[in-house]
């Protein structure tokens, strides 16, 4: 039996799809689970390249952990592969839900993403998830909390720590969503942890940012930033089932009102309010339609080309800061003079400005 000619059958939730990666240095084919034996660092960006194309979730999850490692040797590959891979980015249709905690965000992603599947799509999930500032630590329970999806084939999530990142925003969620894009995935929805900062990266990286609300919560805007509200492409009052319906419907008509003193977004979209429940799936199938209207939309004007192309300059823009940040983290001299510095900031001797200059001063900047 050779090499090339081993068969690996499908491994619990992994399956391996039939492609050949050869060994440049002897000329013979190998096998995927060969390739993923190895360290993830340690795989050949062509490997990665071939394996993500043809759909292998263990070589994508390999590759979004190199995205993810702050080993700057980790961030060179990634960049390599997202390179090489980039021409099959982009044709995902990108969908960013928010809400309050306990709006019921992970019940009605399960539910719609099962309706999706149903479809013939192939979705990705990318559970943004809050690390805590002080002990590090994370949750990482999305895919509990999704339970349909977490068993199904063409679905794939990946919970990721936020790092205690602006909001909760995994700085590496762009590339994350290039590389499911790249693995044959059409349909990408982003969760966030909450309502906040996190939401206008989210909102600044999607093509489609719905917001879920509840009703009855008191306050007609129950918490929620006028920025965030502005944000939305949509608006989805939850849990609209049971005894609460027609409390969710008075406070769609609430929302449809509040909307109007709110700039739009333009001429061509103006956000619709809709009830749904993502428990008893209602509403899903329309709210589904309406992003799908939304796309077709601001295609035709040309919005949508242009919001991708903004949104890409963006990412740009956020991993040159990154960048910068890890370059003065790495500084010898700063490094050896930051405590005294914060230091002396903390205590009230030395203006923030001043010190700033000092800094950049250190790196020749």
Partial sequence: MTADSVE????????FLPYVIVDERTGFSISPMAVIALPAHKIPVADYVAGIANGDRALLARA???VESSNPDHGRLAQQVLQELLPKTGKAVRLGITGVPGVGKSTTIDQLGMNLLAEGHQVAVL????????????ILGDKTRMNSLAQEKNAFIRPSPSSGT???VTRRTRETMALVEAAGFDVVIVETVGVGQSEVAVADMVDFFLVLLLSGGGDDLQG???????LADMIA????DGDNIK??????????????????HGATW?????????????GLKELWAKVLEHREKMTATGEFAARRQSQAVSWMRDMLEDRLMGALRAHPRVAAELPNIEASVRNGTLLPTLAVDRIMTMMGI
């Fill in 8 to 15: 690996f059958p499908a491994c619990g939730m992994i399956s």
């Fill in 64 to 66: 979004i952990t190199l």
């Fill in 127 to 138: 559970a943004i998830d809050p690390t805590s500032k002080r002990s590090g630590g994370s």
């Fill in 166 to 168: 602006l909001g909760g």
């Fill in 224 to 230: 929620i930033k006028k920025g965030i509200i502005e």
């Fill in 237 to 240: 009052i939850n849990k609209a």
């Fill in 247 to 264: 409390r969710a419907e008075s406070a769609a008509a609430e929302y449809k009102n509040a909307l109007q003193i709110f700039t739009p």
């Fill in 270 to 282: 103006f956000p619709p309010v809709l009830t749904v429940s993502g428990r008893d799936n209602r």
